[in-house]
T-cell receptor, first 112, second 114 residues
Framework: EDQVTQSPEALRLQEGESSSLNCSYTVSGLRGLFWYRQDPGKGPEFLFTLYSAGEEKEKERLKATLTKKESFLHITAPKPEDSATYLCAVQAAETSGSRLTFGEGTQLTVNP | DAMVIQNPRYQVTQFGKPVTLSCSQTLNHNVMYWYQQKSSQAPKLLFHYYDKDFNNEADTPDNFQSRRPNTSFCFLDIRSPGLGDAAMYLC?????????????FGPGTRLLVL
């Protein structure tokens, strides 16, 4: 069974304090790993797709990396507007179609 | 801008009173999904449509039904809502279903059951 575990569950940072969120996964062949941002009361907003170990993608203060067992979302010099829940999801090669298996998310709070 | 739209954003219904949630998309994507998300939990896939082909997840209760009258619109019908059905309902779309397809989500409909 495909599994995705995100840590920590919650993270509080001061503005400008860089950190990383972790997404560990167990799948029978990875087709893609996805990062989403979700603000309270809203739908998930797509951030990145990673396809293979060693791949990295960046967007503003966010950088996502991928190994064979986990992905990291690095946040450099965060601002209060980066506060949100960050969801990680995987698509497994063995899974029919484009079904996503989500982690429970990391709730990030950035204080000014 | 191309997008996924959900209406209403908030829906209040009574225990046992049927309710319909709406989703539309301007992305011209072939696949539409419905998810249920409860507080502080991961989204849970209920079903998806690939064009007109309906695919139900094995553990989706019979109380939940869906309709897709055309490419742009998809509806979620809850026949007899219970208190446990109070949640955020998310609609998503993807271009296809066979590969590493990115899913794009709408803003969600928050359902409250009284």
């Amino acid at each position: 069974e495909d599994q995705v575990t995100q840590s920590p569950e919650a993270l509080r940072l001061q503005e400008g304090e860089s950190s990383s969120l972790n997404c560990s996964y167990t799948v029978s062949g990875l087709r893609g790993l996805f990062w989403y941002r979700q603000d309270p009361g809203k739908g998930p907003e797509f951030l990145f797709t990673l396809y293979s170990a060693g791949e990295e993608k960046e967007k503003e203060r966010l950088k996502a990396t991928l190994t064979k067992k986990e992905s990291f979302l690095h946040i450099t010099a965060p601002k209060p507007e980066d506060s949100a829940t960050y969801l990680c999801a995987v698509q497994a090669a063995e899974t029919s179609g484009s079904r996503l298996t989500f982690g429970e998310g990391t709730q990030l709070t950035v204080n000014p | 801008d191309a997008m996924v739209i959900q209406n209403p954003r908030y829906q209040v219904t009574q225990f046992g009173k049927p309710v319909t949630l709406s989703c539309s998309q301007t992305l011209n994507h072939n696949v539409m999904y419905w998810y249920q998300q409860k507080s502080s939990q991961a989204p849970k896939l209920l079903f998806h449509y690939y064009d007109k082909d309906f695919n139900n997840e094995a553990d989706t209760p019979d109380n939940f039904q869906s309709r897709r009258p055309n490419t742009s619109f998809c509806f979620l019908d809850i026949r007899s809502p219970g208190l446990g059905d109070a949640a955020m309902y998310l609609c998503a779309t993807s271009r296809g279903f066979g590969g590493a397809e990115t899913q794009y989500f709408g803003p969600g409909t928050r359902l409250l059951v009284l």
